[in-house]
């Protein structure tokens, strides 16, 4: 019975984990609080770069929050997750230098997801709130 505890705790522990959101701060602290908006990553995407410029926004097994300023912006996003079939195979799944362009309004907060459609990789955007 402890066995099955300690085994539900830990597993309970891993998707709590799997969920997490590491924030990486103000990407522009020049920028005034009320011209920013709050990007979260989807932990299955890296962004290389941002309006041209190399970063590095990711956080291994978790999502990702930055406040960036509102206004249009350009994003190079690796994607990379492994899934498990239903033999039990494991498949990883990659796609590298996504070009992505969206338009921010500060002040919101938005969402970054990876959809897998067919053999290419769609990057969406959702207003979280």
Same mark, same amino acid.
């Given at each position: ?15 709590? $984990? ?87 309004? $500060? ?23």
């Amino acid at each position: 019975m402890k066995n099955k505890v300690l085994i539900m705790a830990i597993v309970v522990s891993a998707l709590y $984990a799997g969920c997490l959101t590491t924030s990486l701060g103000v990407y522009d602290s020049s920028i005034p609080l009320e011209n920013l908006c709050t990007l979260v990553v989807d932990a299955h995407l890296d962004v290389k770069e941002f309006d041209g410029k190399v970063v590095v926004w990711d956080a291994p097994m978790n999502n990702i929050s930055i406040q960036i300023p509102e206004g249009r912006h350009v994003f190079v996003i690796d994607y990379g997750e492994y899934e498990t079939t239903n033999r039990g195979q494991s498949v990883y799944y990659s796609a590298d230098s996504i070009d992505f362009t969206y338009d921010f309004v $500060a002040g919101k907060t938005y969402l970054m997801t990876p959809q897998r459609v067919n053999r290419s990789v769609v990057i969406h955007i959702t207003e979280k709130y």
